[in-house]
């Protein structure tokens, strides 16, 4: 072939070859959401004076949960971290092991002139009610918005990017304000989520700061009553939540209901030997029949035959002080004592037809478990929706095709609307901004109550415990830290269903009768704003009033019956919280 041609065959194929590179790079650009910024980006803003290329100014705002995270995550402080981190996780937790390489790696501390914010402060969220309680974690008032960006010398023509020098949990913090903000009226162009958080921009080779040092920061007058257009659609309310469960439309598909609770680490105990050791049941879980000790189940404690000394169950799981500087003599592993997984056959409730799937547990103080009725549970024997299925490799988010994929595993396309909740609102804003803005779904909605409220609006309470829920024990791995937890059920849970008229036992059809479930509750046997009889798969937490001694359930006012405040003959429209906000500066 003439060279000359060979020359232009070549040039023509490298032309297409760019053309090709180019049209893909801008296809995937496209697919990232204006609200989502990298962290080379905001290098060069930061090195043009916190100022993007329009000239707008640039505030960097680090998200953290608490107060304490101030001296600990946002300082990038090894030793305080270190204390901070043992006392919650365990000396020997990964977490904790991790710091050190952490800090090695320069992932510790924020970016140079981060302003701090706490996510679980009085600003951002609050006990509001929309009617018949109030619940803890509310999205904040405008008075409140407005004092926390004046706080941060935030005005209208900046551009707001948000970020978390926290680690864990990175998915919770950055979105639920961001959420905040889009609800009161902010543009996703105004406010941005930094891909990766603080951990992505020091991956970029970017330096982190130490310290608690922040900019001084002039108070602005901004105020979000003078915003042109609010997206109070973003959020549903109490009453509109159970007109939807009402209707039907949670049920026959006309919406999506998501519930985005994690699955708990849950285990059930085997029971496959008596107390002699010979093989069998007996009623006793394997777990409290140890050689050398004998076990009180009134105070739920082993007592060492040799010397008399006492252990609870963590320490006998987990403690080598319990086992003589050996492992543990428990029974308990993956092989032995396996997790629940999906489906199972042991703690489990029945969704469709025979299929079994795992009761999410409220990680808040409630009433009762079980979901609203009709809602899709995060995980099933055909999908997996859970965080660590659609988090991205190093707090990055994944590609919009990459997440479509995994939610149309579970029959989300994005097509109908979508309605999500959690426990509390914020890890329900990361699957809100994971689907409106990673995926692209238009119509995606927030239950701001979620299950805080909702397991709290009781009109009925068990009378004895065939329905209360028979976990016999938590656990911790990293004794005595007081997480992670590890969940024990001694027994397959008997959960109730609503047929129209009265609470049944789905799984044996037997009517609850007054014996087993009776009126009474926070709503005094109210109806009206009843979610007991509008949620599926119930099972009662412990009361103080109803304990099962046989299996050692304890009351406990963090997690199981609160003391919660109603008015259950309210009779406004149960959305007060979006008719307190429309009309603010109005």
């Known amino acids: 072939m003439d060279k000359r041609i060979m020359k232009k065959s070549s040039v023509f194929l490298i032309l297409l070859l760019t053309i090709f590179v ?19 980006l905001l290098k060069k803003w930061i090195d043009n004076g916190y100022r993007t290329e329009k000239g ?16 600990s995550w946002f300082a990038g402080d090894l030793a305080k971290l270190r204390v901070q981190i043992a006392k919650k996780y365990g000396g020997d937790s990964p977490s904790y092991r991790l710091l050190v390489q952490q800090d090695q790696a320069g992932f510790l501390g924020h970016i140079p002139g981060a302003l701090l914010n706490v996510s679980h402060g009085d600003l951002e969220t609050m006990a509001r009610s929309d009617g018949p309680m109030a619940a803890d974690h509310e999205v904040g008032t405008g008075a409140a918005i407005d ?12 551009v707001i990017v948000i970020t978390s020098s926290q680690q864990t949990p990175w998915m919770a913090c950055p979105p639920r304000l961001w959420w905040t903000l889009y609800y009161w009226g902010f543009t996703p162009e105004k406010i941005k989520i930094l891909n990766g958080g603080n951990k992505a921009y020091a991956l970029a080779g970017y330096k982190l700061e130490r310290g608690i040092a922040q900019p001084r920061v002039k108070p602005s007058k901004i105020t ?24 039907g439309k949670t049920v026959n598909g006309s919406v999506v209901l998501l519930d985005v609770r994690q699955p708990p680490a849950a285990y059930y105990l085997k029971d496959e030997r008596k107390s002699n050791g010979t093989p069998g049941s007996d009623g006793i879980p394997d777990i409290y029949q140890i050689p050398g000790f004998s076990y009180n189940q009134k105070d739920k404690s082993f007592t060492r035959t040799s010397d008399k000394q006492r252990f609870n169950l963590s320490q006998m799981l987990f403690s080598k002080e319990a086992n003589d500087g050996k ?49 899709h549970l995060i995980k099933s024997a055909s999908y997996d929706l859970t965080v660590p299925a659609i988090a991205g490799k190093d707090n990055r988010f994944n590609s919009r095709d990459a997440l479509r994929a995994v939610f149309a595993k579970a029959g989300i396309d994005g097509k109908k609307p979508i309605i999500i909740y959690c426990n509390a609102g914020a890890l329900g804003s990361f699957y809100f901004y994971v689907l409106h803005e990673v995926c692209g779904f238009e119509n995606i909605r927030m239950y701001d109550g979620s299950w805080q409220e909702w397991a709290n609006l009781t009109a009925f309470e068990p009378a004895d415990t065939t329905f209360v829920r ?9 004794w005595p830290a007081p997480a992670p937890s590890v969940l024990l059920f001694s027994r397959e849970n008997r959960y109730l269903e609503w047929n129209g008229t009265q609470f049944v036992n789905d799984a044996t059809a037997l009517t609850a009768t007054a014996l087993q479930v009776k009126p009474g509750g926070t709503l005094k046997g109210n109806l009206r704003w009843d979610t007991l009889h509008r949620s599926e798969h119930i099972v009662f937490r412990p009361s103080a009033k109803v304990n099962d001694a046989e299996h050692f359930q304890t009351f406990n006012s963090d997690t199981d019956w609160p003391s919660v405040d109603t008015i259950p003959d309210y009779d406004g429209y149960g959305n007060e919280i979006l008719t307190e906000d429309r009309s603010y500066g109005k």
């Open 22 to 40: 180019g049209s893909w790079a801008n296809a995937q650009a496209a697919q990232q959401p204006s609200s989502l910024i990298e962290p080379v």
């Open 224 to 247: 979000v009553a003078s915003l042109p257009t609010r997206h109070f659609e973003a959020r549903v309310s109490l009453q509109e939540m159970i007109d939807l469960v009402d209707s």
């Open 470 to 478: 028979h976990d016999v024990e938590t656990v911790y791995p990293s």
């Open 327 to 375: 492992s543990a003599r428990v029974i308990f592993s993956r092989a032995a004592s396996r997790p629940i997984t999906l489906p199972n056959e042991f703690m489990g409730i029945h969704s469709s037809g025979s299929a079994l799937l795992a009761i999410p547990i409220g990680g808040r103080s409630g009433d009762f478990e079980g979901i609203i009725k009709g809602a």
């Open 56 to 71: 707008e100014r640039v505030v960097i705002i680090d998200v953290v949960p608490g107060k304490e995270s101030r001296e």
């Open 147 to 158: 004092e926390l960006l004046q706080g941060h010398g935030i005005t209208h023509d900046d």
